[in-house]
């Protein structure tokens, strides 16, 4: 579910206390996808989570590898000068876990190899004894293609790697992980809650999970995986009716128009930006997803009736729980007839524009709600996916993906005639904005040429509901160009740190 509405004294929601979820694994094992995955769900649900990351820490704070002592990672006998480093960033991360539980956080992820029984049992204990309830989370992989994966694309693009060659950087970090195979535990101790994970997602064993919480939690890690795939996102054609929600009206001739660009736009970029990684764009499916409502689901046809041999494997599956929000009453209404026949619902709205639901209306709240299976949906596949989609439901999504909160979510602005790339990555999200029509669904400002994103050309009023970005002037927005900076600039501040 969405994030609720409601808030509490402590902070803390459903009745689950301070969680602390304690991540054990060899190095390449997923570990730091599944926590950032996991985080970023949790927040969506309004669950207040932070990941403390062992080697982000020791990154920041004694550098990369290269200015570590010789002995840092090795097995055995360590140097006193090594053994005071350790302990400095053990000791530093425990305090940032206790710092977010006592300003008021919920879950903590700690992300860390936890590889010895006696060191990962003396930590538990220690939160147990504070009223923390602990969780163990083992990511376990014996699939070599995943491993290697994830060393090339994860770890050796870390500072501890910068300036290597690639091929000696992937050879070293398997020597990393032949050392700590040498030591390492696995959990078998049945005293503390566990999760334990085989190759992402694969299979799936839980002991002594307990409460609302902690089952959405494993829940969510059931339908995660780590594998490449790449997620468009782009919107509807221009309909013959645009202002009507209960009218559901075909495409107009500039929609279909569109429909073709969009076809044409999105197998030229996936195929260059497959090409570019390495695989080829033939042998892998694009699956399409859109609504049952016409313009949407008619947008798709091109990937379908083109004749080309080139064009790629296409499934398209229609989803009623993409359906744009419900405008009520205001269905149909100019704002100013809004401000007008309802004074009261309409400060309402502009003061929240999130929760705020119009008379026999969906609020945003109610939309995230509605879309919570789409999300499971999204974790779970595995394809090449394109959303064709309504703004409103494209806006929640986006949110989803890129961690923004609730309350910015209708101030999205997404354009048609804008394709947004989107690929997830272990830190998060990267993402790239491109721009492919000019027609219909966009104004074009003629002083300087310039297109303006977002902005409907022969503006439609009628649509302000479900376009409040768009037809809202003076609130702070967000461009899909914004939002591909945005995510990008995250993933850069934590792969640096």
Same mark, same amino acid.
């Given at each position: 579910m969405a994030a609720p509405l409601y808030t509490t004294a402590s902070g803390l929601l459903f009745h689950a206390g301070k969680i602390l979820i304690l991540t054990v694994g060899l190095p390449a094992r997923g570990k730091t996808h599944i926590s950032r995955a996991l985080e970023r769900y949790l927040r969506w649900m309004g669950v207040k989570t932070h990941v403390v990351s062992l080697g982000d820490y020791r990154r920041k704070t004694l550098g990369g590898a290269q200015k570590l002592p010789p002995d840092y990672f090795s097995i055995g006998e360590k140097s006193p000068e090594t053994l005071a480093l350790r302990k400095k960033v053990s000791d530093g991360c425990e305090n940032m876990i206790w710092e977010f539980f006592e300003g008021g956080g919920q879950v903590v992820i700690y992300d860390a190899n936890n590889g010895l029984r006696k060191n990962r049992q003396a930590l538990a204990e220690k939160f147990d004894k504070l009223g923390i309830h602990v969780i163990m989370l083992e990511s376990i992989c014996d699939n070599k293609e995943i491993i290697e994966t994830n060393i090339r694309n994860v770890k050796i693009s870390s500072p501890d790697y910068r300036g290597w060659d690639q091929d000696k950087a992937v050879e070293d970090y398997y020597g990393r992980i032949r050392l700590r195979e040498?030591?390492? +535990? %696995?959990?078998? +101790? %049945? +005293?503390? =809650?566990?999760?334990?994970i085989f190759n992402v997602g694969e299979k799936i064993m839980v002991n002594k999970i307990r409460g609302y919480l902690q089952s959405r939690i494993v829940f969510f890690l059931m339908n995660i995986h780590n594998r490449f795939r790449m997620i468009y996102f782009a919107r509807s054609g221009q309909s013959l009716i645009e202002h009507s929600y209960k009218a559901d009206s075909d495409l107009s001739p500039a929609g279909w128009e569109y429909s073709e660009r969009l076809k044409e736009a999105v197998l030229e970029r996936?195929?260059?930006s497959l090409e570019q990684r390495g695989y080829d764009p033939k042998e892998r499916r694009l699956v399409i997803w859109t609504s049952t409502r016409r313009r949407a689901h008619h947008t798709a046809w091109p990937f379908l009736t083109s004749a080309r041999e080139s064009s790629p494997r296409v499934k398209v599956i229609e989803k009623p729980q993409m359906c744009e929000i419900n405008p009520g009453v205001w269905d149909g209404l100019t704002p100013d007839q809004a401000r007008k026949f309802y004074p009261e619902e309409w400060a309402r709205f502009v003061k929240d524009p999130y929760a705020f639901r119009a008379p026999r209306a969906e609020s945003y709240h109610d939309l995230s709600v509605? &879309? #919570?299976? $789409?999300?499971? +949906?999204l974790e779970r596949e595995k394809e090449d996916l394109l959303i064709i989609g309504h703004s409103s439901v494209i806006r929640c999504l986006l949110a989803y993906l890129i961690? &923004? =909160?609730?309350? #910015? $979510? =209708?101030?999205? #602005?997404?354009?048609?005639g804008d394709l947004l790339e989107v690929v997830p990555t272990s830190y998060g999200v990267h993402s790239q904005a491109f721009h492919f029509w000019d027609g219909p669904g966009r104004r074009v400002d003629t002083a300087d040429g310039e297109v303006e994103l977002g902005h409907l050309s022969n503006r439609d009023e009628n649509n302000f509901y479900e376009n409040y970005a768009e037809d809202t002037k003076g609130k702070k927005k967000f461009t899909t160009s914004d939002l591909a900076a945005h995510c990008n600039g995250v993933e850069q501040r934590v792969t640096e740190s």
């Open positions: 040498q030591a390492y +535990e %696995t959990i078998e +101790e %049945t +005293e503390w =809650p566990y999760i334990r996936r195929a260059k509605r &879309l #919570e299976p $789409i999300l499971i +949906e961690g &923004l =909160p609730a309350s #910015e $979510i =209708p101030a999205i #602005e997404v354009a048609r």
